[in-house]
């Protein structure tokens, strides 16, 4: 079945280098979100797109972390210069439709690793 | 800013017994809550949720309960099986206009035949 993909599965920079992770949402949703997952804690909102509108960026922690989905679909979250804390995974889920309440189907992350 | 707790990070539980997890929320103006289950390696699996002018929703082996008066969710689930063991995350949401939830850090539970 057509999930929630995202790509890479495991990126590993070295601190300082950009980063770039892509997410291919299910066909048709509205609604699509980016989380970050450290280490033993659960997601932390980053950032919400309703079609290709970024209507919450409130969650990204500095201006290093830019996202964008310009037609409505795929979205990539770029992180500059990376920094060791910004080591985690990266979840993306989208859902059916935008609101408050539709279930969120989450892809299987991304692993960032900064050395 | 608002916090979602686990009363216990770790749980361990005997293959055909019961397993309950418990959360405490702070957001009073979270209008349904959600239970996730996420394995090793896994992006965070929808499991139930419950809104919030209900006590009770049942689904296949789990039983959520909602105790909004101490701000308290549990998350039953019955005879458990090796394939629960997962850390499990409940995550209000509903406070904004978006859907975002917010997660606590999670409760592993480990499943021992």
């Known amino acids: 079945g057509a999930g929630v993909s995202q790509s890479p599965r495991y990126k590993v920079a070295k601190r300082g280098q950009d980063v770039a992770l892509r997410c291919d949402p299910i066909?048709?949703?509205?609604?699509l979100f980016w989380y970050q997952q450290a280490l033993g804690q659960g997601p932390e909102f980053l950032t919400y797109f309703q079609n290709e509108a970024q209507l919450d960026k409130s969650g990204l922690p500095s201006d290093r972390f830019f996202a964008e989905r310009p037609e409505g679909s795929v979205s990539t979250l770029k992180i500059q210069r990376t920094q060791q804390e910004d080591s985690a995974v990266y979840l993306c889920?989208?859902?059916?439709?935008?609101?408050?309440?539709?279930?969120?189907?989450f892809g299987p992350g991304t692993r960032l690793t900064v050395l | 800013g608002e916090s979602v707790g686990l009363h216990l990070p770790t749980l361990s539980v005997q293959e055909g017994d019961n397993s309950i997890i418990n959360c405490a929320y702070s957001?009073?103006?979270?209008?349904?809550f959600i239970w996730y289950k996420q394995e090793s390696g896994k992006g965070p699996q929808f499991i139930i949720d419950i809104r919030s002018n209900m006590d009770k929703r049942q689904g296949q082996r789990v039983t959520v309960l909602l105790n909004k008066t101490v701000k308290h969710l549990s998350l039953q689930i019955a005879a458990t099986q090796p394939g629960d063991s997962a850390v499990y995350f409940c995550?209000?949401?509903?406070?904004?206009?978006?859907?975002?939830?917010?997660f606590g850090a999670g409760t592993q539970v480990v499943v021992t035949p």
């Open positions: 066909s048709g949703h509205v609604s």
């Open positions: 995550a209000p949401g509903g406070a904004d206009s978006w859907g975002k939830l917010q």
């Open positions: 957001n009073s103006a979270s209008d349904y």
């Open positions: 889920a989208s859902s059916r439709q935008g609101g408050s309440y539709n279930e969120q189907f």
